[in-house]
């Protein structure tokens, strides 16, 4: 049991290039959510997914799209990097969002991106 | 998040308590979070209050909840450095995703 995991850990773009950030998680959850975490930031929502096919905007969506390609798999693309994106991305998952029921949500262990 | 506020350094002697403070802005926050970081990892829960609660204690954590004041804070007693990390404050927004706080970074000497 795995937990959450994200690929790869470390990633250095240039200015331009796309690529895409892989998530996975074992636990049978219902959703995901996509991070960047920035120093004196905290962590800001990007998008996540309630569900299986759905997904939606988080506080800091733009210069990002995101698949839901299954319940397990949740990735994060970056078509155009640019530098202001050199950031940590973090990927987690939940039981499921539900009105009023605690919502612990499990971490993975981060991606690492510069943009030159 | 903008709307959750920690102080953004503390350091603690080994073996004193450890009290890092938080404030929220949304009094319909369901629950609150302390989350836990240390270097190079993700995110790991430490603890949470649900939101009709005062205090909650588990083991050498204690959470106060002054909901009035929308003040939370995260007392850790005899601090060891494997405390030493970064410590989020999150409250649960009203479509119940979660808004953190920058962080206190907590590093305790010997």
């Known amino acids: 049991n795995a937990g959450v995991t994200q690929t790869p850990k470390f990633q250095v773009l240039k200015t331009g290039q796309s690529m895409t950030l892989q998530c996975a998680q074992d636990?049978?959850?219902?959703?995901m959510y996509w991070y960047r975490q920035d120093p004196g930031m905290g962590l800001r929502l990007i998008y996540y997914s309630a569900s299986e096919g759905t997904t939606d905007k988080g506080e800091v969506p733009n210069g990002y799209n995101v698949s839901r390609l299954n319940k397990r798999e949740f990735s994060l693309r970056l078509e155009s990097a640019a530098p202001s994106q050199t950031s940590v991305y973090f990927c987690?998952?939940?039981?499921?969002?539900?009105?009023?029921?605690?919502?612990?949500?499990?971490f993975g262990p981060g991606t690492r991106l510069l943009v030159l | 998040g903008e709307d959750v506020e920690q102080s953004l350094f503390l350091s603690v002697r080994e073996g004193d308590s450890s009290v890092i403070n938080c404030t929220y802005t949304d009094s319909s926050s369901t629950y609150l979070y302390w989350y836990k970081q240390e270097p190079g990892a993700g995110l790991q829960l430490l603890t949470y209050?649900?939101?009709?609660?005062d205090m909650k204690q588990d083991q050498r954590l204690t959470v106060l909840l002054n909901k009035k004041d929308k003040h939370l804070s995260l007392r850790i007693a005899d601090t060891q450095t494997g405390d030493s990390a970064i410590y989020f404050c999150a409250e649960s927004s009203p479509d119940y995703k979660l808004s953190f706080g920058a962080g206190t970074t907590v590093t305790v000497r010997a």
């Open positions: 987690a998952s939940s039981e499921g969002i539900r009105a009023g029921r605690r919502e612990t949500q499990y």
């Open positions: 636990m049978n959850h219902n959703s």
């Open positions: 209050i649900f939101s009709n609660m």
